[in-house]
C-alpha cells in the first residue's frame, strides 16, 4: 500500500492545525485521495494539539502507535510524547527550540535535557531532522511563522508526492494576506535546510 | 465568499465533517438552524451563522439545547425544512423535547445532529447515544465521513419530511473533526423561512388522548422506516468471504485498512450499517446467513452487536457473534486502525505482528490553563485568599473549570451543566462546611436560572459567583442573552445577569470587575460579612481578553516585568498565570521573570506584589 501517514504534535496557538490543513490542501490540489484529522476543543489555553494527514491508499483518517512515516513536531519535548506514533523508520522533522509548559515554569515539574531529549529520539529512527524554526521565523519577519519554516522542511526532506510549487501555491491563497510574505519567507527558509 | 456556498457542482473542497454536514443541509433546502454550541459540534453552529450574515437563512444560538430544539420544532411543524445540532450530553438536555416531538413528528424535513465524543476529548462523558434512536424511535444514520456525512444530511431532511419524523444524524468526534474530499451537489437559492402553520390540536397539542393515538402512529411509521432501512444505500455489504464484520461510523475505515494490511479482503464480507435505527433486520438476517462467524466493531457500547445478537435468535441462527471483550474491541475510548487490526487477527485466528514501539522518556505534563489574563484566574485568587479553607467550591463548564488544577483548586464538584447551583443547595442542606459555587454566564443562561430560583425558594443557603467574561469563551466565543460588548463595541444587553439574578428573588448582589483585587475584595468582604443567611450571587464582570484580542480588535500597550526589588517570596506564583515563569537554575539560582510575549497585561500579579511593574508594550 502506498501511502504518507504524517502526524504532527505542538502546543496550542503554534499553528499546527493551519499546517496541516495546508497539507491537506496541497495533497487535494495534487489529486491524492488525502484525510486530515484534528481535535478541537483545547487549543488554545496551551495545550498539546495533535493532527494527523493520511495520503495515498488508506482510509482511517487518524494514526495509531507506530504507525507514522513521519512525525512533524512543532516541540522537542512534544516529539518525545509524540514518539508513541513512531517506529524505526520513521523520519522525524523537529523543532529544537523548548516551550516551557506550565507545569515546569511553575516548579512542579522539570524540563528533560534538549540535547539528551533529542539524541534519544535520533537514536531510534530513521532520520531526525532538528533545526531552530523560532530563529528562522524571527529571521523571515515573525514568530508566529514558525508552521511554515516546519512546512518548508517537509517539503524538502519529507519526500511527499506533491511539488513544493503546489505547497507554495497553498500559501498564497490560502493564508491571511498580511502574512504572505512573511510566510512566503518563511517556507523558503525551511525549504532551504 | 463563504466556500460553503461555491455553486459548482462536482467540485471537490476539503471539507470538515461539520462544513460537509452544512453543505448537505444548504443543497437539501434547510432554511432555519439552531444549535447551543458544544464540541464536537460547534463548527456546524458557526458555519451557520456566519452564512446567516449573508444568507436569508434563519440561524440562532439557543440558550440551550432544549430550546433550540423546540425553536426548531416550531419552524418544522410550519413545513420549514430544518436543522438542529448540539453536542451528545446536549441531546440529555434535549431529550424531554425529543421524546415527544418523536410523537407529533414535523412537516418540513428535520435533522437533529448529535455528536458524540469518543475518548471525552472535550466533555464530562463519552456516552453512546445510539440508545436515543431506540428509546425515542425516530430513525438515525451514522456517516463514516464527510462525504457520507453530507449525503446522509440530505437523505435525512428527505426521509424526514416523507415520512413527517425528525432523523438523527449522530456522528463522533472523528468525523466532525476529520476533512476529506466532498464533492458538492447542486446548491438551490438560499432563501428565508416561509413556514405555514395550519392548527390541528388533536395532532399536536399532546394531552393523554392525543399522546395515545400519536404513539400508535409511531409505531407505524417506524415499520415503513423499518422497510426504508432495508433498502437504504446506507446499508450495504461489500465482499463474499465467509469471515463477517460489521461495523458503522468512522470505525469503517479502520476496518477496510486492517483488511487491506492483513490480506484478507477476499475472505471477508463487510457489512455497513449506516441506518442503524430502525435496524435492517433482514439484510442482517441475509448477512448471518451468508457468514461463518461475525466480528462486530463499533466505538463505545456494543449497540450492533446486541441488535445483531437478537436478530441472529429470532432467526434461529447459531453463530459466533462477538464484539466487545478481551483481546477485542474495548468498551471505552476512541479505537484506532491498529486495534482493529488487532482485533480482527485475534477473532479470525491470523498472524499479526505486534505494532514495533519506541521507548518513549518521561516529558512534563502540558495540561491546558486558564490563558494569561484571564479574569477568572483573578476572581478564583481574591476568593481563595479571603474565605474559610473548609470553603467547598460547587463549579460547572466552561474555561473557568480549569481552575480545579493546582495551585488554584477551586473546584470540588462537577457533574452537568447548571448543576453548580442546585448541587450548591444541596450540599447546603445536608452538611456544614460553607459553599462558594462558580458558574459561568453562558451556562448560567443555558441552566443556571432555574437552580437559582430552586435556591431561592427553598432557603439555601450558599454564595454563587457568576463569571461574566461577555461571551461563551470556551466553544469560541459564541454570543449568548447578556452579551456587553460585539465586535461593533459595547451594545446594550438584550438580558441583564443582574437584572436576571434580582428577578429571581435573590437579595444580596454585588458586581465587582476582578481584575481590581483590592476593590473587588472589599465588596466581596462585605457581601460575605453581612449576617444576611439565604443565596448571595457575586457578578464577577470582566470580558475574555482573547475574544477582547480576537473579536473586538483590542490592542495591548502594555506588559509586565518582574524587576531587580524581586525578593523571591512567591508570592506571585499563586497566581497561576502562565506568563509568570519560575526558574531554578541549582540550589540558590532561582529567579522569577514574565514572558513578555504571554502576558496579556491584565496588571494582577503588579496588585500582589509591588516589585513589578508595567512598561511599554513594543
Ligand atoms: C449540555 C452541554 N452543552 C454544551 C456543552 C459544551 N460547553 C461546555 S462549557 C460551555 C460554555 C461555557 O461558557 P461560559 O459558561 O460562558 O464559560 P466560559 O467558557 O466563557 O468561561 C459549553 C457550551 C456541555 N458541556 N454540556
Ligand atoms: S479563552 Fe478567555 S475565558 Fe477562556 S481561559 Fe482564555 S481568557 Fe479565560
Ligand atoms: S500582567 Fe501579570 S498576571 Fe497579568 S498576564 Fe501579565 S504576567 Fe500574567
Known sequence: MSSWRIFCTGVGGQGTLLATYLIGEAALKAGLPVMVSEIHGMAQRGGVVESAVVMGDRKSPIISDGEADILLAFEPSEAMRALRKCNSETLVISNIVPLIPFTVSSGKESYPEVDKLLDSIRNQVRRFIGFNALELARKAGSELSQNMVILGVLFKHGGLPIDAEIMRDMIRTKTKKAFLDVNLRAFELGYSL | MNHLLERETGKKLLLLGNEAIIRGGLEAGVRFATAYPGTPSTEIADGF???????????????????????????????????????????????????????????????????????????????????????????????ADPQMAKEMTIAGIELSEINQIPVLLRTTTRVNHSRCAVTLGDLPEIKAPEGNFEKDPFNLVVVPMVGRQLHLRLLEKKKKLQEESEKSPFNFTEGTGKWGIVTSGVSYNYVLDAVEDLGIKDKVTIFYIGMSHPFPTQIATDFLNKVESVLVVEELEPYLEETLKVTAFEASIEKEIAGKGDNLIPRHFEIDPGIVKKAISNFFNLESPPAETLSVSEVPSRPPNLCPGCPHRATYYIIKKIVNPETIYPTDIGCYTLGVLPPLSMADFLICMGSSVSSAGGFSKAQKKPIVAFIGDSTFFHSGITGLINAVTNDHNFVLVILDNGTTAMTGHQPHPGVEFGPQGKIEPKVKIEDVVKGCGVKSVAVINPLQIKKSTETIQKLLDSDSRGVKVIIAKSPCPLYERRVMGKKQKIVFEITDECDLCKDCLELACPAIFYEKAREGEERIFINETLCSGCSVCAQVCTAIKAKKKN
Open chain 2, 49 to 143: 451563522y456566519h452564512i446567516s450574515l449573508q444568507e436569508p437563512l434563519y440561524f440562532e444560538y439557543s440558550v440551550n439545547e432544549k430550546v433550540a430544539l423546540e425553536t426548531a420544532a416550531g419552524a418544522a411543524i410550519s413545513g420549514v425544512r430544518t436543522l438542529c445540532c448540539m453536542k451528545h450530553v446536549g441531546l440529555n438536555v434535549a431529550a424531554d423535547a425529543l421524546m415527544t416531538l418523536a410523537y407529533v413528528g414535523v412537516k418540513g424535513g428535520m435533522v437533529i445532529v448529535t455528536a458524540d465524543d469518543p475518548s471525552l476529548h472535550s466533555s464530562q462523558n463519552e456516552q453512546d447515544n445510539r440508545y436515543y434512536a431506540r428509546l425515542s424511535g425516530l430513525p438515525m444514520l451514522e456517516p
